[in-house]
């Protein structure tokens, strides 16, 4: 049986200019508004959950087996979200940037600010596949002035990329 047409079309993301547009409409907005924050050291979980393994694997020459031999989040050790993507992207930025605060930090808010935008045009495209361009429009202004987003946005933890994938997922479920 010949599957190659039902792959392309089961796997082709056809996605509309306007999200696009959108998506990349929330990014500079989010750049915009948070541009205060690009220098912003991690703090709270950030800095002990993602930031501390980064900072470990960056150190350790990305020795997974010792990070993952040290004590957890209860016990104030490194091991924490050791197997996130994030804190793996973290690790490499590091490595990227030499471990300079001033090159690091503002990549991670960017990389987080394009993700948040990601999340405004994929909810854009989503919200009018099943209601209306207005609908989505309404959505997506809620979603860009909630205080809760505009936090989350503007640390650089595991969040934004989560939402980003929890909706991904849900956008492909329904197509």
């Not at 049986?1 to 990349?24: A, H, Q, R, Y």
């Not at 990549?107 to 045009?121: D, E, P, Q, T, Y």
């Not at 987003?149 to 934004?160: D, I, K, L, W």
């Amino acid at each position: 049986m010949n599957t190659d047409g039902f792959l392309k079309k089961e796997l082709s993301v056809n996605v509309p200019f306007s999200s696009f547009l959108i998506g990349v409409v929330g990014t500079v907005l989010y750049y915009y508004t948070l541009t205060f924050c690009l220098d912003m050291p991690p703090v709270w979980d950030a800095a002990a959950g993602v930031f501390s393994p980064a900072i470990y694997l960056y150190e350790n020459h990305y020795d997974l087996a010792s990070l993952l031999q040290l004590g957890g989040y209860p016990q104030g050790g490194e091991n924490v979200h050791s197997f996130s993507l994030i804190t793996w992207i973290t690790a490499l930025t590091l490595s990227l940037t030499g471990g300079d605060k001033g090159l690091y930090l503002p990549l991670l808010h960017s990389m987080n600010f394009v993700f948040a935008g990601c999340i405004v045009g994929v909810a854009f495209n989503l919200v009018r596949r099943l209601r209306s361009s207005a609908c989505a429009l309404l959505v997506v202004g809620a979603i860009f002035i909630s205080p809760l987003m505009s936090v989350q946005v503007s640390y650089v933890y595991t969040e934004v990329a989560g939402s980003l994938a929890s909706l991904l997922t849900l956008f492909f479920w329904v197509r």
